[in-house]
């Protein structure tokens, strides 16, 4: 729902707005599970081989709240499990 939003919002809201959806997947917090094997488990299946960080999904809200010529788009912060 979000994503259809955005791509219709960020072409007709208008010119001095953008709109674009960040969809961070398996991210290191505390809303992971606490066993320690069971994280493990979910980084091993993650092509980069780890978790996300809070602080590389904080990053790519920086970089796009910085770009004012993006707009309309759905960013994938997911370390390559779901390849497109």
């Known amino acids: 729902m979000a ?3 955005v791509t219709g919002g ?5 010119r001095a707005v ?3 959806v960040i969809a961070p997947a398996l991210i290191e917090t505390d ?3 606490a066993d320690p094997a069971i ?3 979910l ?3 993650t092509p980069v081989g780890r ?4 602080e590389e999904v ?3 809200v920086a970089a796009v709240v910085r770009s004012g010529y993006m707009t309309g788009q759905s960013i994938l912060l997911e370390g390559g499990r779901h390849p497109t």
């Open 3 to 5: 994503v259809a939003l």
């Open 10 to 14: 960020g072409r007709g809201i208008g």
């Open 18 to 20: 953008t709109a674009n």
């Open 31 to 33: 809303m992971m599970p």
């Open 39 to 41: 994280r493990q488990a």
């Open 43 to 45: 980084a091993e299946h």
């Open 51 to 54: 978790l996300g960080t809070s």
């Open 58 to 60: 904080a990053d790519m």
